[in-house]
T-cell receptor, first 114, second 112 residues
Framework: NAGVTQTPKFQVLKTGQSMTLQCAQDMNHEYMSWYRQDPGMGLRLIHYSVGAGITDQGEVPNGYNVSRSTTEDFPLRLLSAAPSQTSVYFC?????????????FGEGSRLTVL | DAKTTQPTSMDCAEGRAANLPCNHSTISGNEYVYWYRQIHSQGPQYIIH???NNETNEMASLIITEDRKSSTLILPHATLRDTAVYYC?????????????FGTGTRLTVIP
């Protein structure tokens, strides 16, 4: 019973490098999303998806790309990392609809950009 | 989108009930109230949600006022493991998306 799995858990990048944060869920959820959390702040929505082939921007999408080729996976790509992207990233999933109930979160990926 | 207002921090004695208030005066009729908590730097954990009726589960109770402008999360017997940041969220979902807006929440400290 894996739930939402994020990899890697920790990553250090240099400015300008690219990388992909992986997120996978095994609950057949249509909805998946990425949040970032900076110190002392709440989570902010980056991108989300309501199903395979469908993605949309959240509150802070600049500097990030996503795709949703399968129901299970929702990778987050940083094309050219910047120090401002140093943060903890959380992936989440749930059913979609008006009353979707619980949003399941992964354990987080801690990214440092030097 | 409805926003929420929560106290920055609260303390509660171990074994006592923790009552966490939340104001959401601009909530619309079809928006749900959700509560999540975040322990240390872990991913947020769902606690409970409701529309207009009071709700109870194994973790907590949610009391929503009749006018829906405020709510209270009740942890009936707080333990040290309940020390966390608690987020009150009004769901803003569009096109079936479960998008949640997280504010800064209430930091609850359970004191031995």
């Amino acid at each position: 019973n894996a739930g939402v799995t994020q990899t890697p858990k920790f990553q250090v990048l240099k400015t300008g490098q690219s990388m992909t944060l992986q997120c996978a869920q095994d609950m057949n959820h249509e909805y998946m999303s990425w949040y970032r959390q900076d110190p002392g702040m709440g989570l902010r929505l980056i991108h989300y998806s309501v199903g395979a082939g469908i993605t949309d921007q959240g509150e802070v999408p600049n500097g990030y790309n996503v795709s949703r080729s399968t129901t299970e996976d929702f990778p987050l790509r940083l094309l050219s990392a910047a120090p401002s992207q140093t943060s903890v990233y959380f992936c989440a999933s749930s059913w979609r609809g008006a009353n979707t109930g619980e949003l399941f979160f992964g354990e987080g990926s801690r990214l440092t950009v030097l | 989108d409805a926003k929420t207002t929560q106290p920055t921090s609260m303390d509660c004695a171990e074994g006592r009930a923790a009552n966490l208030p939340c104001n959401h005066s601009t909530i619309s009729g079809n928006e749900y109230v959700y509560w999540y908590r975040q322990i240390h730097s872990q991913g947020p954990q769902y606690i409970i949600h409701g529309l207009k009726n009071n709700e109870t589960n194994e973790m907590a109770s949610l009391i929503i006022t009749e006018d829906r402008k405020s709510s209270t999360l009740i942890l009936p017997h707080a333990t040290l493991r309940d020390t966390a940041v608690y987020y009150c969220i009004v769901r803003v979902g569009t096109r079936g998306a479960n998008n949640l807006f997280f504010g800064t929440g209430t930091r609850l400290t359970v004191i031995p």
